[in-house]
């Protein structure tokens, strides 16, 4: 029977490059994504190259509280939260890619060496801990896979 946290690093690795439950993975999907697309924007005024970006924005946010970071914040809607992001060539997109693998390391890494008290430990800078944090990392992340998949389909009509 896995541990919480167990179930938390379990859950990142299956939606983010592995076998999830509801079908495709981040990646999966994100490899299915022709570079071109990656900016447009039919969907509000989110682009496939924002979302990611904005995912990648949470995994900073939440590495910067595991090494003890009480400073750095993202606060809901800034533009810190939903970076404006252009993708000019295919190696650009490769890089945005290239960089969420990146994030996505560093988080299970640093999961890797905390313990289950980090659940209960209080986010720094923050009146919250890490238990809300580390359990919806996945379901955010699935949440705007949903939206990607979406604006992806609608380029490809």
């Known amino acids: 029977m896995l541990t919480p946290l167990n179930h ?12 999830p439950w509801y079908g ?13 697309v990656v900016n447009e924007r039919q ?16 995994r900073i946010f939440v590495l910067k509280k595991l ?10 809607d800034s533009v810190e939260d939903w970076t ?3 993708i000019s060539n295919e190696k650009d997109w ?4 290239e960089l969420l693998k990146t994030t996505q390391k ?5 999961l890797a060496q905390a313990d289950a008290s980090i659940l209960e430990s209080q986010v720094p800078g923050k009146d919250y801990t890490f238990r809300p944090i580390l359990t919806s990392i996945s379901q955010h992340d699935i949440y705007h896979l949903g939206q990607i998949a979406m604006l992806n389909a609608m380029q490809s009509k």
């Open 8 to 19: 938390i690093t379990s859950n990142l690795r299956d939606c983010f490059d592995g076998k």
């Open 24 to 36: 495709i993975s981040i990646i999966e999907k994100l490899n299915q994504v022709p570079w071109e």
């Open 43 to 58: 969907y509000g005024s989110k682009s496939i190259a924002v979302l990611v970006q904005h995912i990648i924005n949470w």
């Open 67 to 76: 090494q003890g970071d009480t400073d750095y914040d993202l606060k809901i």
């Open 84 to 86: 404006q992001v252009h």
């Open 94 to 97: 490769e890089d945005l890619i």
């Open 106 to 110: 560093q988080l299970l890494e640093k």
